[in-house]
């Protein structure tokens, strides 16, 4: 299973370096490029018209491997599917913003209604066809918390984390897609030591792999953008696989440059809202450096870094919690 498992990561990889040529000239001749928002620092002005949607390739280039080699188990085709639905969530969000020349897609509380109604799903899923209790194993202390049918708002909150952590880190070039790729390569070690889930371990490798062939083209300067195809796509395969190897708490330190990104957004809205200060120079955080002056590449290889030191930590704390 090692050997498939390297694989499928591996095709992955070369999948995506080998269509993504084709597909950004695709896209330029299509004219899909991106929006750029006009409170953006004023050194992004020159990446509007970028390619965008180029999740698609990450997930074309995800499928293909997975869908030769994998058994099907229940847990990876639950985790799939989660990543289908927010990639097709993030799709609908990029069409309308391609379509109508806007940085502003679906609307906030359409992308909760779906994401409520995913994590009912997965949730269903779960419950149905690969019997995880619902329960919150607290993994940093031999505890768990019998959660009932409060399980699924659980899921819910993982899933809206994950996929708007990782839509918010999306902001510079590579940033999002590097990190991603830490994360799975975290997942994939996890799932690979755990009995059974030998099927999500391959599903991880693909996604390492297809976030990395992406970088080939996104790393900076980007000739191609992820867009909320992408970042919502791999947030949703995120958060999938932090509930099927119920580790939701540790999910806070491996996709731990993902929780800083919100967090930065969420204490800048309260702070200006409350006292009408702000405590960045601009949120999310990437952007409070690039004020600072730190280069793009700096702040890009310092929150992989970070990144990198967050998932090794939530790794060894899974292991540790697992092994007997």
């Known amino acids: 299973m090692l050997g498939e498992i390297l694989i499928g990561g591996m095709a992955s990889l070369l999948i995506c370096v080998f269509i993504g040529p084709r597909f950004i000239e695709y896209l330029r001749l299509k004219e899909f490029g991106q929006h750029i928002r006009e409170e953006g620092p004023a050194g992004h002005a020159g990446k509007a018209g970028t390619p965008t949607m180029g999740g698609l390739a990450v997930l074309v280039s995800v499928l293909v491997p997975f869908l030769i080699l994998s058994e099907y188990r229940a847990q990876s085709v639950a985790v799939l599917g989660t990543t289908l639905a927010m990639a097709a969530l993030g799709f609908a969000d990029d069409w309308i913003k391609l379509r109508k020349r806007r940085s502003l897609g679906v609307s906030g509380r359409t992308k909760l209604v779906i994401q409520a109604l995913t994590a009912i799903a997965l949730w269903l899923a779960v419950s149905e066809y690969v019997g995880v209790e619902d329960t919150l194993r607290l993994r940093v202390v031999d505890a768990s918390i019998d959660l009932g049918i409060a399980y699924p708002v659980l899921i819910f909150l993982v899933l809206a984390g994950a996929t708007n952590g990782v839509n918010l880190t999306d902001g510079l070039d590579g940033l999002a ?33 297809a976030c990395v062939g992406f970088l080939w083209f996104n790393s900076f300067p980007a000739s191609v953008f992820m867009g909320d195809t992408g970042s919502l796509g791999l947030g949703g395969a995120i958060a999938g696989l ?32 409350r006292f009408r200060k702000r405590v960045f120079l601009m949120a999310p955080i990437h952007h409070h450096f690039e004020l600072l002056g730190w280069s793009e590449t700096k702040i890009i290889l310092r929150f992989w870094i970070v990144a990198a030191i967050c998932a090794a930590i939530g790794f060894t704390l899974y292991q540790q919690s697992v092994t007997p």
Not at 179 to 205: E, H, N, P, R, Y
Not at 244 to 266: M, P, R
Request: aromatic share 10%.
């Open 242 to 273: 932090a509930v099927l190897t119920k580790s939701e708490i540790l999910l806070i330190l491996i996709g731990g440059i993902f929780v800083i990104e919100a967090l930065s957004v969420a204490i800048q809205v309260f702070a200006f809202q």
């Open 177 to 209: 897609a590097g990190c991603a790729a830490i994360v799975f390569l975290a997942f994939t070690a996890m799932t690979f030591i755990t009995a059974g889930q030998q099927d999500l371990a391959l599903l991880s490798a693909c996604l390492v792999g």
